[in-house]
C-alpha cells in the first residue's frame, strides 16, 4: 500500500512523495492527492519517471484538462500538451532588458487567464530540459497572504472589486515594478501582433472565497491590475485606492508566501490557480530550457467581463 509523505516547502506549498506515477494509483491515493492539493495550493513531486502520456493522465486526477487557445503552443502529438521553450526561435519576441540585462521569458506575478474573468482551475509543469542556470518559477500562496491582513483591511476588501486590464506592453501595467526595465526590440505592441484577442477588462471580488475549498483568497495580484472600481462608492478616494493596492502587492509578494522551484530532471509541479500565483525569473538569451504544462480547466467564473462600469 502506498503512502504519501508530505513534506513542507520553504513558506508554502508542500513536495508530496511515497508514490510513483507509473504504478497504478488508487482512487484513495487519488482522493488524497486531491485533497492535498486543496489544502496546500502548491504541490511539488519529485523524481518521477513521466513521459507525456503519463504527465496528461496524471493531471486527470484533479479535473478536466484545457487546450491551449494557441495553436502554435500545442504539441502535434498530444494537444493537451502546451510547451514552454527558452532557447530557440521564439526568443526574439519574449527578450526584454532589466536594469541592462537581456532576459528570455521573465513573467511577472500572475494568474492564468485572470484577465477574463474565467481563470483556469490549474496547471502542472514539468521540467523537460532543465536551464543550467536561473530558469526558476516562483508560486504565491493568496489565501495565506489574505488571512495575514488586519482586519481594518479585511473589512475594506469585502466590499471592493478590482479591475484587470489585459496590455502586452508591460510598461503600460500599473503595479509592476518598471524600474530599469527596457522592452526588447521585438516585443509584441498590442495583442493581434501574437495572434491574440483584445480582451475586455475583468473586475473581481477584492476577496473571492475558493469554490471548493471555501478559503478567502486574496484576488490582488501585480499583472494587468489595474483600478478598484468606483472606490469613492466605499469611501476611499481614488488615491487611497492607488495605495491600498500597491500596499496590497508589497504584502502578497512578501517571501513568507512565496516558493521559487529550482527544477530539476523528474519534476512536477503542481498549482492551483484559483488560490495561487506564480511568476518566472526568465533566462539569459541562449539557454535552453523546456517545460511541459497540462492545464485544468476552470468551470466557473469567478470575476465578471466589463462591459459598463
Given at each position: ?151 481594518e483591511t479585511k473589512a475594506i476588501l469585502e ?151
Open positions: 500500500m502506498m503512502t504519501l509523505t508530505v513534506t513542507p516547502l520553504d513558506n508554502v506549498g508542500v513536495e508530496v512523495s511515497g508514490f510513483d506515477i507509473n504504478a497504478p494509483l488508487t482512487d484513495e491515493i487519488k482522493a488524497a492527492l486531491k485533497a492535498l492539493w486543496y489544502e496546500h495550493a502548491i504541490l511539488v513531486f519529485r523524481d518521477q519517471d513521466v513521459d507525456p502520456e503519463k504527465q496528461i493522465a496524471f493531471s486527470r486526477i484533479f479535473g478536466d484538462l484545457e487546450l491551449h487557445p494557441l495553436k502554435v503552443t500545442q504539441n502535434d502529438e498530444y494537444p493537451e500538451l502546451f510547451e514552454l521553450k527558452n532557447g530557440g526561435d521564439m526568443d526574439k519576441f519574449q527578450t526584454a532588458f532589466y536594469k541592462g540585462q537581456e532576459i528570455v521569458g521573465r513573467l511577472d506575478w500572475h494568474m492564468d487567464l485572470h484577465y477574463t474573468a474565467r481563470p483556469n482551475h490549474g496547471a502542472l509543469l514539468r521540467a523537460v530540459v532543465v536551464a543550467e542556470e536561473d530558469g526558476l518559477t516562483g508560486f504565491g500562496d493568496l489565501a495565506k497572504a489574505y488571512d495575514a491582513l488586519d482586519d466590499k471592493l472589486e478590482v479591475v484587470y486590464s489585459f496590455s502586452m506592453q508591460r510598461r503600460h501595467m500599473r503595479y509592476v515594478n518598471v524600474d530599469g526595465y527596457e522592452p526588447g526590440p521585438n516585443s509584441p505592441m498590442k495583442p493581434t501582433d501574437i495572434g491574440f484577442p483584445d480582451f475586455p477588462d475583468a473586475a473581481y471580488p477584492a476577496v473571492v472565497t475558493h469554490p471548493i475549498s471555501g478559503r478567502k483568497v486574496l484576488e490582488v495580484v501585480e499583472q494587468f491590475l489595474d483600478r478598484v472600481v468606483t472606490p469613492q462608492q466605499f469611501g476611499l478616494s481614488n488615491d487611497e485606492s492607488i495605495e491600498l493596492l500597491e500596499r496590497l502587492i508589497k504584502h502578497t509578494t512578501q517571501p513568507e508566501f512565496t516558493y521559487f522551484h529550482q527544477w530539476r530532471k523528474g519534476d512536477l509541479v503542481l498549482w492551483d490557480n484559483w488560490r495561487a500565483m506564480h511568476c518566472t525569473t526568465g533566462t539569459k538569451v541562449g539557454v535552453k530550457r523546456v517545460i511541459n504544462r497540462t492545464t485544468i480547466k476552470g468551470d466557473v467564473t469567478l470575476g465578471r467581463v466589463l462591459t459598463t462600469e
